[in-house]
């Protein structure tokens, strides 16, 4: 942990030493609450997480594809009904079932995600659908910007929250929506103990964030919390849209 700690990536507050966990030191804010590892990891070691599927998605994860896409064919029901648009971009797409079951509702529909097991596996599967191997900071759509972005269990992987989400901002078009998830580090039915909660992985997981803390950062960046569904475990689901500038 730096000597003074690092500034909150929302708010600017310095961070306060919070706890040390198998070697990694965490900070929390005491301003806005965000709980944040400092320092953040390495380059080399975000690349070794991305290198095998998630740690083995291919062996825990795909073969509950089928499961996957029932959900996704129900939460897609749901946001198509948020927009007149039908451009779509799953923002750390893994298997691409968002991405499918967003196509099979008549979106074009895209997949990103910077694991490379993923990409493939998907490609084979969905076929219809355009998954590239990329981040949100890197991708390059090859025509226009897209009417919803979809970002479910990924910011807590950013070590710099706002250049992700400037990036996500970035690929939306004015008055686009974003749907977007993450652990809640304030849920009521979060453990006590917080290295006991399954949602506590550093350095996988390197920001713990909670509704007020993430609403605040997505307002910084132009995008405005108009839903926030209720969730019974540990998590965060807000719809945000893009602000639409006057000329």
Known sequence: MSEKGAACQVCGSRGQPHLNHKGMALSRCPNCGLIFMDPMPDNATLQALYADGYGGT????????????????????????WTTGRRFLDVGCNGGFMAQAMHERGFKSHGIDPDPISITWAREHYPDVCFVKATAETYLPDAGLFDVVYCSEVIEHAPDANRFVSAVAALMAPGGVLFLTTPDIS??????DITAWDAFTPPNHCLYFNPSNLTLLLANHRLHV????????????????????SV
């Open 58 to 81: 291919t062996k825990v994860y795909f073969p509950k594809a089928a499961s996957k896409l029932r959900r996704c064919r129900r939460r897609a029901r749901w946001l198509a009904r």
């Open 187 to 192: 849920h009521w039915r979060r453990p006590r």
């Open 226 to 245: 108009v839903r926030r569904r209720l969730v019974l475990k540990p998590g965060i689901q807000v719809l945000a849209r893009k602000e639409v500038q």
